[in-house]
Each structure stands twice: as structure tokens, then as C-alpha cells.
């Protein structure tokens, strides 16, 4: 193993128990069916595919857009950069938003 990939798989480590910067957020990737409930279902009859909730404000779910395939997995501890859209929500009870930055965590 090369000193650099020895480093990055340290640093890959050290993200997933402290934040990579100060301006990543704790959050969880949640499937939105699991979540689906009367309040989650558009017009259309569709939940959104994938909720952010974050540890600061489980309350708040966030509709992450530009998700990519490898944190599209239920239950998914991350921390993440993202930015609010000006756009119409996809589903009622999440506010879409843009990620600028996501790294695996454990819990």
C-alpha cells in the first residue's frame, strides 16, 4: 500500500467517527417508504425515495436530490454539506435540497 492510500484510508477512518470539517452536519439516510405514511404521499400517490434527517433536528426532513446510489441504502449514517433549493417540493413533509458533500459515519 502506498503512503497516499494509507493516508486517505486513515482519513476515510478518522470521517466516520469526527466530522471532516466543521461544516459538516450529523445526518441519517432513511428510505421513504419506510417513513411513508398519509402526511409523506404527494398528490401522485409517491413518497419521496430517500429522506436526511439530521441528528441536530430529527424532526426536520430534508429530500435530497442529487442523492448518489452509494448512500441510498436505509438507515445510513452520514455526515453531509448541503444547501436549501428554491424549487417545489417532490413530497409535503421534506424540503428539497442540494448535496454539496457526503461522507459515510458510524454512529
Do not use: Y
Not at 484510508?9 to 466530522?19: L, T
Not at 442523492?67 to 417545489?88: A, H, K, Y
Amino acid at each position: 500500500m502506498k503512503k497516499a492510500d494509507s493516508i486517505k484510508a486513515q482519513d476515510h477512518q478518522n470521517h466516520q467517527i469526527q466530522p471532516p470539517s466543521a461544516d459538516h452536519i450529523a445526518g441519517l439516510i432513511v428510505q421513504g417508504n419506510s417513513l411513508a405514511d398519509k402526511a409523506n404521499i404527494n398528490e401522485e400517490g409517491n413518497s419521496c425515495p430517500w429522506f436526511l434527517k439530521l441528528e441536530n433536528d430529527p424532526t426536520r426532513l430534508l429530500d435530497p436530490i442529487n442523492l448518489s446510489e452509494e448512500f441510498q441504502q436505509d438507515d445510513t449514517p452520514v455526515w453531509v454539506i448541503f444547501s436549501g433549493m428554491r424549487r417545489m417540493n417532490r413530497c409535503p413533509e421534506a424540503n428539497p435540497v442540494w448535496i454539496q458533500d457526503m461522507v459515510l459515519r458510524n454512529r
